[in-house]
């Protein structure tokens, strides 16, 4: 089999395959074991048409890669009474023409309606909102609505390919706002060259959007931008890939503390990747009373002995490693409670894991390949979690963002503060009750409904709590 090692078919490599059988008996048999046989995965087998002695089939195969795709048709093609007539992706045919279309809110039936929607009636409203700016939150679609912010230079573990291919994954994320939380976003991708263009224009657009979620932008660019956008800006500024991912991951951590008997304050953990998430992750966690943090990028741990850190890594430098512990990545681990990865795949061993405290938590979270796999350490790690579907405790932001920033409207909130990401992650973790959690079951699915409600009402509770919201008083 050509599979890459540790590797599992998944929807995201699917194919529908039509064949056409000799309609003898067996033939189907041996088609399904030869597609099991290269480690292809049946999902679905659908209706059948049969014409003349023969049989069309419609078959929804997972596989693990295009190659693998490619390997399952040749061994169906090479099977007697058996014809591969055409395979399609299911992933690119999903994005056919987009994922996205507007959608009106209101019926449009007749002259009447014509006129209140549109002209004479609308410059009533636009009046009103010229008269009084803060109407704009009530009268229009910024109430609801979000920008999805990108340049294209750190897509998911793509890198830096431009906006115009950026474009698949912000539609994918206005999806998500859609679908968990009714909130309306509409991705941006910018062609741009510096941090300073991306605020320039984000200022400009503003107007139109009830807040803006950052997404797949380089650091230390994405820290500049935030920081300009939340300082210039009067709704609320999100970097999903820095916040996001620290929330889930601080709640996860949470559940994982009671699961392996251990108090949060007494924790050591060492983060891997010192980049967005890393540094934010740094600080929820602070934020939250973890004991000590040691952060580590390509050179080793981060320590004020340290030379050339920029910006962020001189704020870790200042503010974690209580030890001064200097080194490489493996000598912090020895002795740590909690590993964090944040960086890319295959950078820790089995060995590292060995060398932590007693039950470790372990969340390599690089995707699509982490740190190290879980079967790796199965039996080590007192709990596992990764950035994948295919494994237990898949540590995704689609249980923070929707949520933050249901919970941010409802409030008529200005800014994101650090209590209301926090009170996200107390929600989050308390979506597993004690009689469900366990090793493999630390953090909600992305599917439980009841997750983003929950984070809604905490974070819309903080923002009143905290004075940012429109109403305050």
């Known amino acids: 089999m050509s599979q890459t090692a540790g590797s599992r078919p998944t929807a995201a490599f699917s194919a529908t395959l039509e064949v056409e059988l000799a309609h003898v008996p067996g ?44 390997q399952i048709c040749a061994a169906v093609n090479g ?18 023409g987009g994922k996205l279309e507007t959608v009106s809110r209101i019926p449009l039936r007749n002259a009447d309606d014509l006129s209140m929607a549109y002209t004479p009636g609308v410059a009533r409203v636009c009046r009103a909102i010229a008269e009084s700016p803060e109407r704009v939150h009530d009268l229009t679609i910024k109430r609801n609505t979000v920008a999805i912010v990108s340049d294209g230079s750190a897509v998911l573990g793509l ?45 400009r657009l503003a107007p139109t959007f009830g807040g803006i979620n950052l997404e797949d932008i380089a650091a230390p660019g994405a820290f500049e931008v935030e920081e300009a956008l939340r300082a210039a800006l009067d709704i609320p500024v999100f ?20 699961i392996v008997g251990k108090e949060m304050a007494n924790l050591r953990c060492v983060i891997l990747g010192a980049g967005a998430a890393g540094v934010a992750t740094a600080k929820i966690l602070l934020g939250a009373g973890i004991g000590d943090v040691i952060a580590c990028d390509r050179k080793g741990t981060i320590h004020p002995g340290r030379a050339e850190l920029n910006h962020s890594k001189a704020w870790l430098a200042a503010n974690t490693n209580v030890d001064r512990v200097a080194g490489s990545v493996s000598e912090a681990m020895v002795g740590a409670d909690v590993f964090l990865g944040l960086s890319g795949p295959g950078l820790i061993t089995r060995t590292d894991v060995e060398t932590m405290a ?26 596992m979690a990764t950035g994948r579907s295919d494994y237990p405790n898949q540590i995704n932001n689609v249980l923070a963002f ?17 209590n209301m990401k926090i009170a996200a992650a107390e929600a989050i973790a308390a979506a597993v009750s004690s009689d469900d959690l366990s090793p493999d079951l630390v953090i909600p699915t992305a599917f439980d409904r009841s997750v983003v409600p929950a984070v809604a009402n905490a974070v819309a509770t903080a923002a009143i709590s905290d004075g940012v919201t429109r109403t305050a008083s």
């Open 27 to 70: 033939t189907l048999g041996r088609l399904c074991m030869a597609i099991g046989d290269v480690g292809g995965n049946i999902q679905s087998l659908d209706g059948f048409t049969i014409t003349h002695g023969t049989l069309t089939q419609h078959i929804v195969v997972d596989a693990s890669s295009e190659a693998h795709i490619a």
């Open 79 to 96: 099977l007697e009474g058996v014809t591969v007539i055409s395979a399609r992706d299911r992933t690119f045919d999903l994005h056919d």
């Open 159 to 203: 890198g830096d390919i431009g906006p115009a291919a950026a474009m698949p994954v912000m539609e994918g994320k206005a999806l998500l706002f859609k679908e968990f939380a009714g909130v309306d976003a509409f991705p941006i991708c910018l062609d741009v060259n510096t941090a300073d263009e991306i605020v320039e224009t984000v200022i």
């Open 239 to 258: 970097h999903d890939d820095q916040h996001g991912t620290a929330v889930v991951a601080l709640a996860a951590l949470r559940n994982s503390a009671r």
């Open 358 to 383: 007693e039950r470790p938590i372990v969340f390599a979270m690089a995707n699509p390949d982490p740190e190290i796999l879980p079967d790796a350490i199965s039996d080590i790690a007192g709990v």
């Open 402 to 418: 929707p949520g933050i920033f249901r919970g941010a409207f409802d409030a008529g909130a200005t800014d994101i503060t650090e």
